[in-house]
C-alpha cells in the first residue's frame, strides 16, 4: 500500500477511502534536526523505549530536500536494523518522487495507512530543511527537534522557523562540550518564543542517543505531552486542523491532476497551445483566458 | 518589477502581458552547479567578456533550496560588486517566498522583464539541487555546468540527472589536482549520454575563473551555442517549449490560486469543510467530490 502510494497509483485513492475511518487513534510524532546531529540513532533508542510499553510502533523517515537522497534514507534503515524481526515495529522510508508539494501529501497518506493497521505511535524523521515544502506541524502531534551540541545550531532552527512548532527539544550527542550551553540557549529561546497557542511548556533534554542515556526521559516526555493533549481537550482541535491541511493537500493534487488531463486532452486547450505557438496569444493571457472562461467553481452541485 | 513579481503582487501580471511582445529576443543561459565550485566567480569573469563585446548583461540568481539563504545569495551580490556601476549591467537575487513551485515561474517572469529592457545576455544561475523543483532548461537556451576538481563531482551530477542538460561544461579552479581527471571523465560521460536531441557537441573546457584565466572561451562557446541554435533552426523550436513550460507553470499557479479563493469564499466548500469537522465525510471523498462535482473543466466558451 504505502508502494502504490509512493508511485501515485490511482488505485490507492479508493483504499485510502476505505481506510479513513479506522485511522484516527495514533499518536503520530514528528522528529526533525539537521542532518547529522543523530535523528536515526535517537529514533531507533526510542523504538526500544516504546516497545517496553509494548506499543506497535511504525517509522517513516522522509526525505522532502531531494528526490536523490536515498543513499541517506538507507542508511537510516540500516541504522534501524535491529527491530528488522520485531513484527510489531515497521520502518519505512519515502523520497521525493514525482510531483512537488506530493510529499506530504504521501507521508499523510502513509499514516492514514500505518494507524488503520494499529500502529500506536506513528514516528515521522524529517530534516528541517524541507520545512517550506513539508509542514510537519499539520501531520504530526508533537514535535520533537533535535540538535547537538555545536555554535549556530539554535540560529539555525530559528531561521527555519521551526522553533515555534517545537514540543520536545533533545540536545542530543550530549557528553560533548557545550551541551549544556545548548540547553541554556534552547530554554532561553522557548522562553522569548510568542505565547503559545496550548499552556504546554516545551522541554529541553539531553540525549546521548548512542548508549541510551536520556531515552526514556524523551520517550516519557512524548507520551506526556499527548496525555497533555488529550486532557485539553486538544486533540479534536488538531485532529480538525490535521484534516483539514490533508483537505486541502488533496484539493490541490486532484485538482493539478485533473487539470494535466484536461491539457492532454481538451481541444479548447490544443486550440489555445497552438494560438501561443503561432505568436497570436501569449502564454500569460492564455492561461488566464483558461483558468477564468474554461474552468468554472460551482456553488453547489 | 521584480519586487512585485517576488511578492507575488496581483499588479505585476497585466505589467507582464504588455511587456511579453517586447520579450523575445535575449540570449538566456543557465550556470548550475554544486556550492563551493565558484559558480558566482566565473559569471563574474563572464560579465567581463560579454561586456568587452559591449552586449547589455543582465544576471538573475536564483535558489530554490531553501527560502532562508538570503546569506549565499547576498554574497553573489557582493562577489560582482565590481560591475554594479555599468549602467549595462544588472545583478538581481531571487529567493524562493510563499508558494512552492513559484520560483520556477518567478524566474521565468524576470526573464521576460530581462528580455523586454532590453539586456540581450541573461544568466541565470542556480546550484543544482534544486533540480526537481527547478528545470532551468526550460527556461534557458545553453546550460552551463560547473564543477571544480575533486571526486565524485562528475558522478554527482548523473545522479542529478544535469548532465543530459549540460551544452557546456566548465571545470573551474583547473590549477587544482586532478583537473585533468575531471575533464577526461566528463568528456567520457558525455559520449556516453545518449543521443542529444541536436547535433551540438558538448564541450568540456577549463578555467581559473579567479584570474579570468579560460574565461573568454567559455564566453566564446556560450555564443558559438547560441549560433549554432540559430543556424539549426532550433531557436523556435527552443522558443515553443519555453512558452509551453512557462504556461504550464502558469496555469498551475492560476488555477491554485483561483482554489484558493474560492475555498475562502464558497459556501459550498465551507459546508464540505463542515462535513469533514463532524466526521460526516472523509476528506478523500471530500476532495473528490469537490473537484469531480463542483469544478468544471469546459471544452468551448
Chains 1, 2 share one sequence.
Not at 539537521?34 to 506497535?56: C, H, M, N, W, Y
Not at 527555519?160 to 557545550?178: H, M, P, Q, R
Not at 490541490?252 to 488531463?261: A, G, M, T
Not at 497552438?274 to 483566458?289: H, N, R, V, W, Y
Request: aromatic content about 6%; some cysteine; overall charge neutral.
Amino acid at each position: 500500500m504505502i508502494r502504490l502510494i509512493e508511485d501515485n497509483d490511482p488505485t490507492s485513492f479508493e483504499k485510502l477511502k476505505l481506510l479513513y475511518p479506522h485511522a484516527s487513534n495514533a499518536f503520530i510524532i514528528g522528529i526533525t534536526g539537521s542532518p547529522g546531529v543523530g535523528k536515526s540513532t535517537l529514533i531507533d533508542a526510542l523504538i526500544t523505549q516504546f516497545r517496553e510499553l509494548d506499543k506497535k510502533v511504525a517509522i517513516l523517515a522522509v526525505d522532502p530536500s531531494s528526490p536523490f537522497s536515498g543513499g541517506a534514507i538507507l542508511g537510516d534503515r540500516i541504522r534501524m536494523q535491529r527491530h528488522a524481526t520485531d513484527e510489531k515495529v515497521f520502518i519505512r522510508s519515502m523520497a521525493s518522487r514525482g510531483q512537488k508539494g506530493g510529499l506530504s501529501r504521501a507521508t499523510k497518506d502513509a499514516v492514514v495507512v500505518f494507524s488503520a493497521m494499529g500502529y500506536e505511535i506513528i514516528i515521522i524523521e524529517t530534516v528541517g530543511a524541507g520545512q517550506a515544502e513539508f509542514d510537519i506541524a499539520n501531520i504530526a502531534h508533537s514535535i520533537g527537534i533535535v540538535t547537538s551540541p555545536g555554535a549556530g545550531d539554535g540560529i539555525q532552527a530559528v531561521k527555519a522557523g521551526i522553533l515555534e512548532t517545537g514540543d520536545i527539544f533533545i540536545v542530543n550527542k550530549s557528553d560533548k562540550l557545550d551541551a549544556d550551553a545548548s540547553v541554556h540557549q534552547l530554554n532561553m529561546m522557548i522562553e522569548m518564543r510568542k505565547s503559545s497557542k496550548t499552556n504546554w511548556k516545551a522541554q529541553v533534554l539531553k540525549t546521548i542517543a548512542q548508549n541510551g542515556t536520556g531515552v526514556k526521559e524523551v520517550a516519557d516526555a512524548f507520551l506526556s505531552h499527548f496525555d497533555f493533549m488529550k486532557n485539553n481537550n486538544l486533540i479534536d482541535q488538531k485532529r480538525n486542523a490535521m484534516e483539514k491541511s490533508y483537505f486541502n493537500s488533496l484539493l490541490k493534487d486532484l485538482i493539478l491532476e485533473k487539470l494535466f488531463l484536461y491539457m492532454k486532452n481538451s481541444e479548447a486547450c490544443k486550440k489555445i497551445e497552438k494560438e501561443i505557438q503561432s505568436g497570436s496569444m501569449d502564454p500569460l493571457s492564455a492561461a488566464e483566458f483558461l483558468v477564468n472562461k474554461l474552468i468554472v467553481f460551482k456553488n453547489n452541485e
